[in-house]
């Protein structure tokens, strides 16, 4: 009987608890917005079946804008850590390609039948292919420090907010249902496309760190009016936004060619340079 009830040994317990130290708060915050950002794309799903199809088209847009607040928060309180990147990626994935796709299909993809369902499907494994690139090219040691401003493909909270463009059209009175939807159908499978591309499109990681004094007030001031107007007429911001957004990335594309070879001519030259001085002995 001994051995089915040992002796209590408080010593050894309280070793094995001194194991597990507090983990500081700023390494959960990020994780917790992350989080709330899951949680609306979830609800999304419910909030769409439910009839209330532009409660959930906000639901995801908030959760692309906390998105882009975990990350940055992370950085500032000096909290990123390995399961947040985790967290945030299979977060991502489910908010911009699960339910993205899902809101879209319930829209107007369904009058497509199974070929809607396809093109759900290929949005959702271009974001998780999206994603996963994005991991993987973190850990690149060799990666120049001008390529850290421009993403390679469109980034997965701007693909389900470009994406839901027709939505926007059809909230401000755009007649998109009528026009069918295999011209939706088309529209996603580009966006679809243009996540897992190699196309460079603009990050904006360095916006924000300087700004010279004189432009501070006229930054206020953009600010407030854009805010208005966001507020005022979210949708028809929302369409201009994401039309202005396609048509910069050629221009995108433009400046990370033009800054990829101004790199590789000094990289070039650089090489070149010891091979050309002359030896002692010449």
Known sequence: MSDLFPPFEPERVESKRARFTPIPFRLIAPNVITLLALCLGLTAMRLVVEGKLETATICILIAAALDGVDGRLARMLKGTSRFGAELDSLSDFVNFGVATGYVLWIFVLHDLKSFGWIIVLTLACAMALRLARFNVMIDDPHRP?????????????????????????????????????????????????????????????????????????????????????????????????????????????????????????????ATAAPAETPSPGA
Not at 224 to 233: H, I, P, T
């Open 145 to 269: 420090e001008w390529q850290k401003n421009f993403f390679v493909g469109m980034p997965a909270p701007a693909g389900a907010i470009t994406a839901m463009l027709p939505l926007y059209l059809h909230f401000i009175g755009v007649p998109v249902q009528d026009y069918g939807a295999v011209p939706v159908g088309l529209y996603i499978l580009f966006i679809a496309f243009l996540t897992i591309s190699r196309i460079p499109c603009y990050a904006g990681k360095t916006l924000g760190t300087r700004i010279p004094r004189d432009k501070v007030l006229p930054i206020f001031v953009a600010v407030v009016v854009v805010a208005g107007l966001l507020f005022a007429y979210p949708f028809e911001m929302l369409a201009l936004v994401v039309i202005a957004y396609l048509a910069l990335i050629p221009l995108s594309a433009a400046r990370y060619r033009h800054l990829d070879r101004e790199h590789s001519a000094a990289a070039a030259s």
